[in-house]
């Protein structure tokens, strides 16, 4: 499965952490402390694959309602948004180099029709996001998606595909931004130093491409996730209880002012949801 059905958050910790060396002791009070900071008695737990971040992330913002964007206001601003996307990296940003996007090796694609494949991507991604707005039942629609997630189908990897591409949207008008001279968050610094990520043509070859291939988003890229659909991803980490990074914010700019998605990571490649 996807997404598994809800656990008791104690419960879990009890059965998954036993014994009293100091790694469980540590992770089970964690736990009792999760539940205490994020209000949350439950958790699910997230298939183990390379887009286990961006389908905790996607199916929090989903089943919660679909809340993405707010800086777009409540018009139809956001899907315009999402729905020119790829033309405005085209036409606008001069992306020559989207024609090397991979698609995880998740959906079959050719150079002739691949900008034709991401914009089907983004309009399935719309078509969700209007249907948890449309579900008024918070448990009618976590159903639906949870129905979608596990499916078995490539309805999930379109959704994470359209993800990815907000993830490099922007990052290419961050880095426009930052080389124009103009503040960015401290986390678009850090995005565009590393070697292997130092405009947004490497950040796609060597990162986005990977995420659901042969590798997961790093902590900057979580701030990158969060940025794109203007949410704030709490991450809790149970072994770091009473440490300061036990809750960490990416991005952590916007915390008063974008909602927030509660994620469990017992480690960094890995990452489970908390849920009401």
Same mark, same amino acid.
């Given at each position: /499965?996807?997404?598994?059905?809800? !656990?008791?958050?104690?419960?879990?910790?009890? +059965?998954?952490?036993?014994?009293?060396?100091?790694?469980?002791?540590?992770?089970?009070?964690?736990? %009792?402390?999760? +539940?205490?900071?994020?209000?949350?008695?439950? /958790?699910?737990?997230?298939?183990?694959?390379?887009?286990?971040?961006?389908?905790?992330?996607?199916?929090? /913002?989903?089943?919660?309602? *679909?809340?993405?964007?707010?800086?777009?206001?409540?018009?139809?601003?956001? &899907? %315009?948004?999402?729905?020119?996307?790829?033309?405005?990296?085209?036409?606008?940003?001069?992306?020559?180099?989207?024609? #090397?996007?991979?698609?995880?090796?998740?959906?079959?694609?050719?150079?002739?029709?691949?900008?034709?494949? @991401?914009?089907?991507?983004?309009?399935?991604?719309? =078509?969700?996001?209007?249907?948890?707005?449309?579900?008024? #039942?918070? &448990?009618?629609?976590?159903?639906?998606?949870?129905?979608?997630?596990?499916?078995?189908?490539?309805?999930?990897?379109?959704?994470?595909?359209?993800?990815?591409?907000?993830?490099?949207?922007?990052?290419?008008?961050?880095?426009?931004?930052?080389?124009?001279?103009?503040?960015?968050?401290?986390?678009?610094?850090?995005?565009?130093?590393?070697?292997?990520?130092? #405009?947004?043509?490497?950040?796609?070859?060597?990162?986005?491409?990977?995420?659901?291939?042969?590798?997961?988003? =790093? +902590?900057?890229? @979580?701030?990158?996730? *969060?940025?794109?659909? =203007?949410?704030?991803?709490?991450?809790?980490?149970?072994?770091?209880?009473? %440490?300061?990074?036990?809750?960490?914010?990416?991005?952590?700019? @916007?915390?008063? %002012?974008?909602?927030?998605?509660?994620?469990?990571? =017992?480690?960094?490649?890995? !990452?489970?949801?908390?849920?009401?």
């Amino acid at each position: /499965m996807s997404v598994s059905d809800k !656990y008791d958050v104690l419960a879990y910790s009890k +059965q998954e952490w036993k014994g009293e060396t100091f790694t469980a002791r540590a992770v089970r009070s964690g736990y %009792q402390h999760l +539940q205490a900071v994020t209000g949350c008695p439950f /958790m699910r737990i997230i298939r183990g694959d390379n887009y286990c971040a961006i389908r905790s992330v996607a199916f929090l /913002m989903l089943s919660n309602g *679909g809340r993405i964007l707010p800086s777009l206001g409540n018009d139809d601003r956001w &899907e %315009q948004h999402i729905s020119t996307l790829v033309d405005r990296l085209v036409s606008k940003y001069k992306c020559d180099w989207l024609f #090397d996007w991979s698609f995880a090796g998740r959906l079959p694609s050719t150079p002739d029709n691949r900008l034709e494949v @991401m914009r089907k991507c983004l309009g399935y991604f719309i =078509e969700q996001v209007k249907i948890a707005r449309g579900i008024a #039942d918070d &448990e009618d629609r976590q159903r639906h998606f949870l129905m979608l997630f596990n499916s078995g189908t490539a309805a999930e990897i379109r959704l994470f595909e359209a993800v990815k591409l907000m993830m490099l949207d922007t990052a290419v008008r961050l880095h426009h931004l930052n080389i124009k001279g103009e503040e960015v968050p401290v986390f678009a610094w850090l995005l565009f130093a590393r070697d292997t990520s130092d #405009d947004p043509r490497s950040l796609m070859m060597n990162h986005l491409n990977r995420v659901g291939d042969s590798g997961g988003l =790093e +902590q900057v890229e @979580m701030c990158l996730l *969060g940025q794109a659909l =203007e949410t704030t991803i709490r991450v809790c980490r149970p072994r770091n209880v009473e %440490q300061e990074d036990f809750i960490t914010h990416y991005p952590d700019h @916007m915390i008063e %002012q974008w909602a927030a998605v509660n994620v469990i990571a =017992e480690d960094d490649r890995h !990452y489970n949801i908390a849920v009401m």
